[in-house]
Structures are given as structure tokens and as C-alpha cells.
């Protein structure tokens, strides 16, 4: 079955600088990779998503790049601000979609 | 418009009691998904329902029983709850390859 490895597990930058998390899966059948942001105790929330037909997807200060070959699919997150502080979690798959196990970043004003 | 509603959002059990979790969704989605979340370990699928009248198994199915009662309902069942089992339970749905929508989570503790 599909297996989801998340780097780096925290990840610390001083606000305006950029953020990058790296996930690998394992599954190559895996079609959908999505990004979600959790706060302290809530939900998580989607913040991205690509699916494979698709290399690169930008929404204003958050990308997300797919390399289907290599299997890992990477979030980057530019200008950070102290608000993007929380937990991240990529996840991978088809019908069965499998997370990776979370990145705490935490912007420093 | 609710979107994922669980029942209930926080339960105390002793070892060996059972208890159902119950799911509902209003978005008409096919899939539907129970998850648990411990510190350090992320989302782990327990099982799920690609479609009403189907169930399979995820990442950590031993203790679980699941029933898709229909479309809009996925309920997760232990039947005898151990330590083991105290988490943060999230029920998500989605349709086809879309985005996954959770629901506002059920912590269980089991004495």
C-alpha cells in the first residue's frame, strides 16, 4: 500500500522568508496530492492540491511542485508571515488518500 | 449547508466498553473516511467507504468495525475500547478525486 514520508517534522523561518516541506510516497498509481494546514486544536484545512497530470500549482504565496518520476511532491510557501504558523500535512492517493506524518512550522515575527 | 458532522466530540470510556462513533455528511459525496490523530503521528486512515454499500480496510483497521448505513452515514464502531485506542478521531468525505472535507473531530479517552 501507499506510504507517505513528510520532511522536515518542524521547520522554524523568520517572517518574509520562504518555507519548503518535502513529502515522498511510495504508491506509483497515487494520482492526487494534497496539502493541509492544522491549527491548534481545530480541523484540518486544505490549503492546495495537484494532481498528476499536472507539475506545478501556484495559489498566491503557496506552490506546490509534483515530480512523478522521483515520487515527492514538495510545498513552498514564500513571504511567510505568523499567521502560517501551524501544522502542515501532505498526503497521497487515489481512493485511499495516506498523510504523511506533519511539519510544525513556526514564523518568528 | 452542515458539511461533516461527528457525534460525539468527547467521550471517556473504560477499558473494555464499547461505543459508536457516528458520521454525517450533507455535500453528497460517495466517499467517506474515519481517521485518528495522535501527537507524532500524523493522520492514519482507519478504514473508509469509496461508495456506499463498500468498505476497506486503511492503515490501522484491528479494533474497528465500520458501517456505511447510506450514503450520507459512516459510523465507527469499538467494540471493546483498550488504551491504546485514546485519540482524536476525524470522519472526512469527499467526491471522486476532490478535495477531502473533515468534520470538527471526536476526542476519546479510554481509562
Known amino acids: 500500500g501507499e506510504n507517505v514520508e513528510q520532511h522536515p517534522s518542524t521547520l522554524s523561518v523568520q517572517e518574509g522568508d520562504s518555507a519548503v516541506i518535502k513529502c515522498t510516497y511510495s504508491?506509483?498509481?497515487?494520482?492526487?496530492f494534497p496539502w493541509y494546514k492544522q491549527e491548534l486544536g481545530k480541523r484540518p484545512q486544505l490549503i492546495i492540491d495537484?494532481?498528476?497530470?499536472?507539475g506545478e500549482k501556484k495559489d498566491q504565496r503557496i506552490a506546490v511542485t509534483l515530480n512523478k518520476t522521483a515520487k515527492h511532491f514538495s510545498l513552498h510557501i514564500t513571504e511567510t508571515q505568523p499567521e502560517d504558523s501551524a501544522v502542515y500535512f501532505c498526503?497521497?492517493?487515489?481512493?485511499?488518500?495516506?498523510f504523511g506524518t506533519g511539519t510544525r512550522l513556526q514564523v518568528f515575527p | 449547508n452542515a458539511g461533516v458532522t461527528q457525534t460525539p466530540k468527547f467521550q471517556v470510556l473504560k477499558t473494555g466498553q464499547s461505543m459508536t462513533l457516528q458520521c454525517a455528511q450533507d455535500?453528497?459525496?460517495?466517499?467517506m473516511y474515519w481517521y485518528r490523530q495522535d501527537p507524532g503521528m500524523g493522520l492514519r486512515l482507519i478504514y473508509y467507504?469509496?461508495?456506499?454499500?463498500?468498505?476497506d480496510k486503511g492503515e490501522v483497521p484491528n479494533g474497528y468495525n465500520v458501517s456505511r448505513l447510506n450514503k450520507r452515514e459512516f459510523s465507527l464502531r469499538l467494540e471493546s475500547a483498550a488504551p491504546s485506542q485514546t485519540s482524536v478521531y476525524f470522519c472526512?468525505?469527499?467526491?471522486?478525486?476532490?478535495?477531502?472535507?473533515f468534520g470538527e473531530g471526536s476526542r476519546l479517552t479510554v481509562l
Open positions: 455535500m453528497n459525496h460517495n466517499s
Open positions: 504508491d506509483s498509481a497515487s494520482n492526487y
Open positions: 495537484i494532481r498528476s497530470n499536472v
Open positions: 498526503a497521497a492517493g487515489t481512493d485511499k488518500l495516506i
Open positions: 472526512a468525505s469527499r467526491q471522486a478525486d476532490g478535495e477531502l472535507f
Open positions: 467507504s469509496a461508495s456506499e454499500g463498500t468498505t
